[in-house]
């Protein structure tokens, strides 16, 4: 299952750049998206997990020369951040000779990772292309295909399953193989009992405040250590870190970022949660939606808008504040389970500080209405549609 907007964003890319970088964590389907590119052009695919593939680039330069007029995809490049540099003298290379365009396409599974092996040497010679889970627009749309989304996570092996058990035990062996296999290769030595625990504590805390001093007391490790292995899980894109917005309103912000679990279903297996009717009875379940929607709209989000969420120690409170920049400005969006929309009180004190361009209140139902004071009620779908569309 791939998603033809990411096959066409990275096409473009590979028209205007020389190096195109696509960047997702495993098993979201960055190497099926690179066949599928590769497939309809002259190309050769290496994958560097593979010693094999590893070994023909033992002279990286010399092998590399042999397909200046293919598209070369270098799959898991982080098990060979020394390539950076050859690149980035035969991407220079081809430029001299009229060859700009369309040379690599590079896959990694780490965000800040990848970019700071490569920002030190392919500046201005590489595009970045996120390639996230399955969002709610890429599924079908029968009634139960979101809460399936949900439950499942975007994952296209998850959500794909023939059945919720498979999905279930498909997500457990995807958080070992992350723990035990990938995690270790991206950073300092980490026992992987401490990170399923951290990890599982985040997914019970799904949505509040990190409060790194009480998690580390429950892992008898350091705040400070905590923080580290929150920002592995964090650069893996597993975790996001929601920060709060700064405005100037003479208020008192909360400064403590909240976290989440990004994906709903690595979010369920964590905490062991196999069906909807465990989740409708289960405490996590309003946050694990509200997670769910941040999580689809940012999917889909131009690339510099800006996500926070608001609050203010008087009780004042924004689930999440989209700022896109000049005219289309701050939208304000209040996240609500229910098929009903109804905003508690310090949502609309929230609104008079920020005044934002449009507020939401997102229910789970698919009905749009007006609920007064310029904030309208709107099912999940209907507004990824109009963020998509800015």
Known sequence: MISRLAVHNVREALSRQAAVGLIGPRQVGKTTLAHEISDSR???????????????????????????????????????????????????????????????????????????????????????????????????????????????????????????????????????????????????????????????????????????????????????TVTTYISLLVDLLLVRRLSPYHANVGKRLVKSPRTYVRDSGLLHALLGIGDLNELSGHPVVGKSWEGFVIESLLAVAPERTQSAFYATAAGAEIDLVMEFGGEKGLWAIEIKRGLTAKPERGFYNALADLQPKKAFVIHAGTDRYPLGNGVEAIGLRELVEMVEGM
């Not at 023909?56 to 397909?67: A, C, G, R, S, W």
């Not at 201005?124 to 709610?136: A, H, M, S, W």
């Not at 499942?152 to 399953?161: E, H, K, V």
């Open 42 to 224: 002259p190309s050769i695919y290496l994958d560097l997990e593979s010693k094999t593939d590893r070994d023909k680039l033992t002279d990286p330069e010399l092998f590399l020369k042999n397909y200046e007029d293919k598209l070369v995809v270098l799959d898991e490049i982080h098990r060979m951040p020394e390539l950076f540099q050859t690149l980035r003298g035969l991407i220079d290379q081809g430029r001299r000779k009229g060859n700009r365009t369309g040379r690599f396409l590079v896959l990694g599974s780490a965000a800040i990772d990848l970019l700071r092996q490569s920002g030190e040497s392919l500046a201005g010679r590489i595009e970045y292309i996120d390639l996230g889970p399955l969002n709610v627009l890429e599924i079908d749309t029968h009634n139960n295909a979101i809460n399936d989304l949900w439950l499942r996570g975007g994952f296209p092996d998850s959500y794909l399953a023939r059945n919720e058990q498979d999905s279930f035990r498909n997500r457990r062996s995807f958080i070992r193989t992350y723990l035990e296999r990938d995690v270790p290769q991206f950073g300092p030595r980490i026992p992987s009992e401490t990170l399923e625990r951290l990890w599982t504590m985040l997914a019970h805390n799904q949505g509040t405040l990190l409060n790194a001093s009480k998690l580390g007391a429950g892992l008898s490790i350091s705040a400070p």
